[in-house]
């Protein structure tokens, strides 16, 4: 069992920037893949980011590339989303999200931290 704890979140200006951070327990960190989703208010939760168990690859959703950038201290136990540019869209509550294989769903997330990014 992985138990996940984000923070971070808050409220921001348009074009300001917060850093959510996800600690992992549990299981071995290195050993997760470990990715970011997050889920507007009547809209589906979407992917944002993902990162693989050293860190050396990571994938974006277009919505966010060149604004976001996710990181990992496996020494932590930790998982990072620096948010830059933030603009009013980016407003949801975001989710932290674990799994053990590159394939199959995430089995493991974390309660969630609202980031509200005002215009």
């Known amino acids: 069992q992985v138990q996940l704890v984000e923070s971070g979140g808050g409220l921001v200006q348009a074009g300001g920037s917060l850093r959510l951070s996800c600690a992992a327990s549990?299981?071995?960190?290195?050993?997760?893949?470990m990715a970011w989703f997050r889920q507007a208010p009547g809209k589906e939760r979407e992917s944002v980011v993902r990162?693989?168990?050293?860190?050396?690859?990571?994938y974006y959703a277009d919505s966010v590339k060149g604004r976001f950038t996710t990181s990992r201290d496996n020494a932590k136990n930790t998982v990072y989303l620096q948010m830059n540019s933030l603009k009013p869209e980016d407003t949801a509550v975001y989710y932290c999200?674990?799994?053990?294989?590159?394939?199959?769903?995430?089995?493991?997330w974390g309660q969630g931290t609202q980031v509200t990014v005002s215009s």
């Open positions: 999200a674990a799994k053990e294989s590159i394939a199959g769903k995430y089995d493991y």
């Open positions: 549990g299981r071995t960190f290195s050993s997760l893949v």
């Open positions: 990162i693989s168990w050293g860190g050396g690859s990571t």
